[in-house]
């Protein structure tokens, strides 16, 4: 599904974001990639949805080197991933149901099929009695819903997580965290880079630590020697 075979950036002649990082996520798996700042992290998800191409080394994802694809194929590319960020990247002028059908209209997907298809995913996050609203009306934990919504509707095979919970109380967390749990048991493979110690280890998934763009850790939970390196940041 995603294969990361000894893959370099370089920013300048003597500085690396990652380095000869190798790396495999197969289809289905639920993965946690942490690191404190400056770690990594943000490099490989750039890397995953396109943003970066590596200096050197090859990245697969989908059987495809995805470093060769050409910039017009790109958009068809990144419609096999759903992507979520830290602070929601809502369209402040268009309501929950809007948002939402956006993802559906851009890939022109036909009125009718958009209302069925919209009304059913917010009913899966919870969200059917809040079509109407605006962004400023919500919660962060309800924003995050909409964003999730928005980035599972056209059935994504990977889900792309970026500090989905950064922002969020414990409460909302809890429930962001159970939607991406469900929508990995349906199917979906989903990373999640995060700070949150307690998120990851409130789930036995995998976790890969990441330090000065290498991979020092790559097991399921968490040992104290991560809980303390995590939480010192």
């Known amino acids: 599904m995603i294969k990361f075979n000894k893959v370099s950036l370089k920013y300048d002649k003597d500085s690396y974001a990652i380095r000869d990082l190798t790396l495999k996520i197969d289809e289905g798996e639920f993965v946690f990639i942490v690191g404190k700042t400056g770690a990594g992290k943000s490099t490989l998800f750039k890397l995953l949805t396109r943003e970066l191409v590596p200096t050197s080394g090859s990245i697969k994802v989908f059987k495809d080197n995805i470093e060769y694809i050409s910039d017009r194929l790109i958009p068809y590319y990144r419609r096999n991933l759903g992507v979520i960020f830290q602070d929601f990247k809502l369209l402040e002028d268009r309501n929950v149901f809007e948002n939402v059908a956006f993802a559906q209209e851009v890939i022109g997907v036909n009125s009718f099929k958009i209302r069925k298809r919209v009304i059913k995913i917010l009913n899966m996050v919870g969200l059917r009695n809040k079509a109407s609203k ?3 009306e919500l919660s962060g934990g309800e924003k995050q819903k909409v964003a999730i919504a928005r980035a599972i509707i056209n059935k ?5 997580a970026d500090e989905p919970t950064g922002n969020l109380d414990e409460i909302s967390t809890n429930e962001i965290i159970g ?5 990995n048991q349906n199917g979906t493979t989903v990373v999640v880079i995060t700070h949150d110690v307690h998120l990851v280890g409130r789930m036995n998934k995998r976790v890969i630590r990441l330090d000065e763009g290498n991979i020092i850790y790559d097991d399921f939970g968490l040992d104290e020697q991560i809980k303390k390196y995590m939480m010192s940041e």
């Open 156 to 160: 994504p095979r990977i889900l792309l």
């Open 179 to 183: 939607l991406l749990d469900s929508i």
């Open 134 to 136: 605006m962004p400023y």
